[in-house]
């Protein structure tokens, strides 16, 4: 063998063997490394919080409301289940209720849309043991006949229709240097306390200052409270500005201002807010909205629901439990830039 072909032949040698060495080395390592340990279990929750609402997911108000209860949970670990019925009906919302007493939770947050319904179930469910909280809409009796729940958060609704009516008054005269000739609210959801006492603020601003004013039910499909509000505005042709309780009435009424063309002689003016509802008002056809800021509806309550749970705290205010109120807050076109960054980050206001 040559002197070439023998360096050549070592050479390879040399290689092959360093080539076995790495392999061999990694091999080794795959089969001898100590399997990684499995993932922990996600941890489970602590307490389990059932948030019921007559707001199912037909309603967009109520999507902010869900996503500040689910954030509240994450962060103090609690299991929160939101129950709403697909359809507003009080029968659906007392057979969540009770379904809810049945899995016997650490503590049960409740919309009192009707204290009739509500009273006797949530009795029950606070003789059990179960801790209640009310939230979006209370029990408006005297403390003696009350459910003894031990907070509530959300706005006063009647507060919230004489609030609404005083403001969307106010800036029609501004705009249009009169009162309204007639004033029809545009109620969702009859039967409905919160929005009962709604209307009820609004009837009571509206008469006190002469101005005719009708209750009308549009239903909770926007197709059908648009044709019933065509229709009532054909009926009576001076009616220049509508009420709504909610986006379910707010986005409908719009729309039939912008189909008619009649923008600059009928006005709407609404409880809640959202993004349509702000763009109705920078271009002059919703005077005005009232916030009551949903995402806080749903992420307070847990956290006090939590704070009681896990440290026994409650915060009565003087013989009465505690009261959080989320609104009423007046938007107008100069506070759209306050409500924005809420509607963008939540859904809504």
């Not at 609704?157 to 403001?167: P, R, T, W």
């Not at 009232?290 to 749970?309: D, K, R």
């Amino acid at each position: 063998m040559s002197t070439v072909s023998k360096n050549t032949f070592i050479t390879a040698l040399i290689v092959v063997g360093i080539i076995g060495l790495v392999l061999g080395y990694l091999v080794g390592a795959v089969l001898l490394k100590p399997a990684p340990p499995p993932s922990p279990a996600p941890a489970k929750k602590k307490y389990t919080i059932y948030y019921i609402s007559h707001g199912g997911p037909g309603d967009p108000w109520w999507a902010p409301v869900i996503k500040g209860a689910q954030v509240a949970g994450e962060l103090v670990g609690a299991e929160v289940v939101y129950l709403g019925p697909e359809k507003f009906s009080i029968k659906a919302l007392v057979d969540l209720l009770e379904g809810a007493i049945a899995k016997n939770p650490d503590a049960i947050i409740v919309t009192v849309t009707s204290y009739e319904a509500l009273d006797e179930p949530l009795r029950r469910a606070i003789d059990k043991g179960i801790p209640v909280f009310a939230v979006n809409v209370y029990d408006p009796r005297s403390e003696e006949e009350r459910i003894p729940y031990l907070g509530y958060v959300g706005q006063d609704d009647y507060e919230a229709g004489k609030v609404l009516a005083e403001a969307a008054i106010r800036i029609f005269k501004e705009k249009t240097g009169r009162l309204p000739k007639r004033i029809v609210i545009g109620i969702h959801e009859v039967g409905h306390v919160g929005l009962e006492m709604r209307a009820k603020g609004i009837t009571e601003v509206a008469g006190a200052q002469g101005i005719p004013v009708e209750k009308l039910d549009i239903t909770t499909d926007p197709t059908k409270a648009l044709e019933i509000l065509k229709s009532y505005l054909a009926k009576n042709p001076d009616t220049d500005l509508i009420l709504t309780l909610g986006p379910l009435g707010a986005h409908p009424a719009m729309k039939l201002i912008e189909e008619q063309g009649l923008k600059g002689k009928v006005y709407v003016a609404t409880v809640d807010v959202d993004s349509e509802i702000l763009d109705g008002i920078k271009e002059g056809v919703m005077l005005c909205a009232i916030s009551q800021q949903p995402f806080a509806q749903g992420f307070l309550p847990v956290i006090f629901a939590y704070l009681y749970l896990e440290y026994g705290v409650q915060v009565p205010v003087g013989n009465v439990p505690l009261h959080v109120r989320t609104g009423p807050l007046v938007i107008t076109e100069d506070l759209i830039s306050v409500v924005e960054k809420q509607v963008e980050k939540t859904g809504g206001a």
